[in-house]
C-alpha cells in the first residue's frame, strides 16, 4: 500500500481535468500515490473519460449525488483508508509534481508537520498561462474575523517570504495533511471537513480547527501548483472591496459562504480572545448584515437562520487563546 492517497473532485469540469489529471498521472507513479476521484455530477463523460486516459484512478460516484465540497473529501477518506498521507485536490490545480513529492519527503524526515502547502499561483486557463501571480500564500485572518488569501492578485517578488510561515491557514484548493490529525478533528478517521459546509470556507474551519490542536501547519517557498482561480478579490480588503467582490459572486456562492462563516464563528470562537476581538468581530458581522440585508435579503435570512438554529460543533481546544489569537492580526 502507497502512504499517499490522492483526492480529486469534479463537478462537469473535463475541459480542467484534462489539464490538470496528467499532473495526477505523473504523482501516481512517481511519489507513488493512489488517486481516487469523486465525480459530484455523475457526468457520463466524465467517467468515460477516466476509464480511458486513467484507468489506474478510483472513480466513485456518491448515491446521494452532489454532496458538496468538503463532504466529497471525507468520503474519498472513508472509502480509502490507510494512507500516511492526503492530497487533497481541485481540478482547476495544475501540481508541480517534482515539488510535491519534495513536500512529501520532508513531512517524512518532519513529523511534527501536520499540513503544508506550497506557493499557489494563477493559472490563466483561458489563455494556458502559468503565471507569477499569487493565488494564495496561505489564509490570513483578522482579529475582526476576516479572512482572505494573502498576496492574492500581486505579482511574487519574494515580499512575503520571510513571513510565509505567521500566516493562519492553508487554502482548500490544494493541500497536504497527515492523515494521523484528521481524528482529532471531528472524532472520526475520514472526516477532514464539517460536513454541514457544503462548499466555501470549510478551509478556514479546518485551518481553525489545526489551529486549537496546536498542529504544526507550514508554507514552503517553492511553487507547487497554479489554481484556475474564477472569482477573486485582488483590490484588498476595505468595506468598498468587499463589496465589489460580492457583487462578482453568485446566488449560491453569497449563501454558502455567509451561513458558513457564522458555522465556523460558533465552532471556533473563543471568548477568551478578550473585548477588543470581541467588539471587532460583533461590529464587522453587523456592517455586513446591514449590507447583505438591503442587498442580497436572501442570504441574510440564510444566515441568520443558521445563526440562531443551527448548533455549533465546538473544536478542540488544546492550546490557549492568546496562542490562536497569535495568528490573527
Known sequence: MHKV???????????????????????????????????????????????????????????????????????????????????????DVLMEPATVKEFVQRMEKDETLSMVAGKLYHWDFKENLRTRNIDSLGIEAEKRHHFYDRGHGEEDRGQYDEILNDVFGISGAVFLIRTQVIPKLHGHAWELFDRRMWMYKEDIDLSYRLRWLGEKIHIFPEVWGWHARTVSN???????????????????????SYKNHFLLLKNNFSWRYGLPTLLKTIFFEILKAGFMLLRHPSVFFAGFKTLLFVPGRSSDRRVSAAEVLSYFK
Open 5 to 91: 492517497l490522492i483526492g480529486a473532485l469534479s463537478f462537469n469540469d473535463l475541459p480542467f481535468l484534462r489539464e490538470s489529471m496528467p499532473m495526477l498521472e505523473q504523482l501516481r507513479q512517481s511519489l507513488p500515490a493512489d488517486v481516487a476521484v469523486m465525480d459530484t455530477a455523475g457526468n457520463d463523460e466524465i467517467r468515460d473519460f477516466f476509464k480511458k486516459e486513467y484507468p489506474h484512478f478510483h472513480y466513485m460516484r456518491h448515491p446521494e449525488g452532489n454532496i458538496g465540497y468538503g463532504r466529497a473529501h471525507s468520503e474519498l477518506l472513508r472509502a480509502f483508508p490507510g494512507y500516511k498521507y492526503y492530497l487533497a485536490h481541485t481540478s
Open 234 to 256: 485582488s483590490g484588498g480588503q476595505g468595506v468598498k472591496s468587499l463589496a465589489k467582490a460580492q457583487k462578482e459572486k453568485r446566488d449560491y456562492a453569497r449563501i454558502h
